[in-house]
């Protein structure tokens, strides 16, 4: 069975922080994941990316310096942690993952095959 199982959303503060995980199964042990959004009337952007053979990571501009990836490969698992939130991060974050390659990205024209359902993050005071 090929999934993605998003969790740790929720609601947070401006300034706060959150922790989402994202449980792949199924799939071979080499592939790149990563992490998406979508805002409401907003298209859906790239957030964060990593391999998990190389271990090498990508982040879109906006989020540099707040957010980290990582990977637990035992677990098959990858995390991102969300430090110091702003409003403009809400949206609904998507688990994406691109099986068979060590190459990962989060530009808009790279296309991952799988995808999670979605957790809701919403950043407000």
């Known amino acids: 069975q090929l999934q993605l199982v998003e969790s740790g959303g929720g609601l947070v503060q401006p300034g706060g922080s959150l922790r989402l995980s994202c449980a792949a199964s199924?799939?071979?042990?080499?592939?790149?994941i990563g992490w998406f959004r979508q805002a409401p009337g907003k298209e859906r952007e790239g957030v964060s990316c990593?391999?998990?053979?190389?271990?090498?990571?990508n982040y879109a501009d906006s989020i540099k310096g707040r957010f980290t990836i990582s990977i637990d490969n035992a677990k098959n698992t990858v995390h991102l942690q969300m430090n110091n939130l702003k409003p403009e991060d809400t949206g609904v974050y998507y688990c994406?993952?691109?099986?068979?390659?060590?190459?990962?990205?989060?530009?808009?024209?790279?296309?991952?095959?799988?995808w999670g359902q979605g957790t809701q993050v919403t950043v407000s005071s």
């Open positions: 199924g799939f071979p042990l080499d592939y790149a």
């Open positions: 994406a993952l691109d099986p068979q390659t060590s190459y990962c990205s989060v530009n808009a024209g790279y296309e991952y095959d799988y």
């Open positions: 990593i391999s998990r053979s190389t271990g090498i990571a």
